[in-house]
């Protein structure tokens, strides 16, 4: 099935725990994305690659940390999670990330809790 | 600074129209998106405009007004599979996208 893999779908991590969100697309798009979407607030994008081996520092990235080894996978890790970083994660993908047309095509989402 | 301002909650009635007001502020401007997004759920595009002017696609239409830094949504004869959030975005001079919070959309029988 074509799209945007996300998983898991769901985690309740301790605090000071390292956790692993992993993305898959096979769509080949070239760019990807990380956001956290948070009530009250608009997706907020934590980093992304406009191309495999490539990436880059979005408007939240402190705490996280993402690579791009190959064109499909673009997992995100946080290092020692922290209550804070309690969110819907949301990975994305895009043909071009450096076109005005940016239509992003998003994984159905991972819900973690920090306690 | 970078800002996506849009209503928090709007609510209507089936059968009728609603408008959804976005108004941005971003370094450069290549562009805005509307996303619908229901509860639980990824959000999944709806449109984009470029140009000024009105882009109209089945009971879904956008605008742009870019001198103004405004956008609408104009949604008509409501369905009750309608209620969702609806995101507005706009693209900035380094080609990433900017949210607005979204505006949650009430459909009343």
């Known amino acids: 099935i074509a799209g945007i893999t996300q998983a898991p779908t769901s985690q309740i991590l301790a605090a000071g725990r390292r956790m692993t969100l992993r993305c898959t697309q096979d769509?080949?798009?070239?760019?990807m994305y990380w956001y956290r979407q948070d009530l009250g607030l608009g997706l907020r994008l934590i980093h992304y690659?406009?191309?495999?081996?490539?990436?880059g520092k979005g408007e939240v990235p402190d705490g996280y940390s993402v690579s791009r080894a190959n064109t499909d996978d673009f997992p995100l890790t946080l290092a020692s999670a922290v209550p804070s970083q309690t969110s819907v994660y949301f990975c994305?993908?895009?043909?071009?990330?450096?076109?005005?047309?940016?239509?992003?095509?998003f994984g159905p989402g991972t819900r973690l809790t920090v306690l | 600074g970078q800002n996506i301002d849009q209503p928090t909650e709007m609510t209507a009635t089936e059968g009728a129209i609603v408008q959804i007001n976005c108004t941005y502020q971003?370094?450069?401007?290549?562009?805005l998106f509307w996303y619908q997004q229901h509860a639980g759920e990824a959000p999944t595009f709806l449109s984009y405009?470029?140009l000024d002017g009105l882009e109209e696609k089945g009971r879904f239409s956008s605008f742009l007004s870019r001198s103004k830094g405004y956008s609408y949504l104009l949604l008509k004869e409501l369905q009750m599979k309608d209620s969702a959030s609806y995101l507005c975005?706009?693209?900035?001079?380094?080609?990433?996208?900017?949210w607005g919070a979204g505006t949650k959309l009430i459909i009343k029988p």
């Open positions: 975005a706009a693209t900035d001079s380094n080609y990433q996208l900017i």
């Open positions: 690659s406009n191309t495999a081996g490539t990436t």
């Open positions: 994305a993908s895009s043909d071009s990330g450096t076109s005005s047309y940016n239509e992003q095509f």
């Open positions: 405009n470029v």
């Open positions: 769509m080949r798009h070239n760019a």
């Open positions: 971003t370094s450069g401007f290549n562009g």
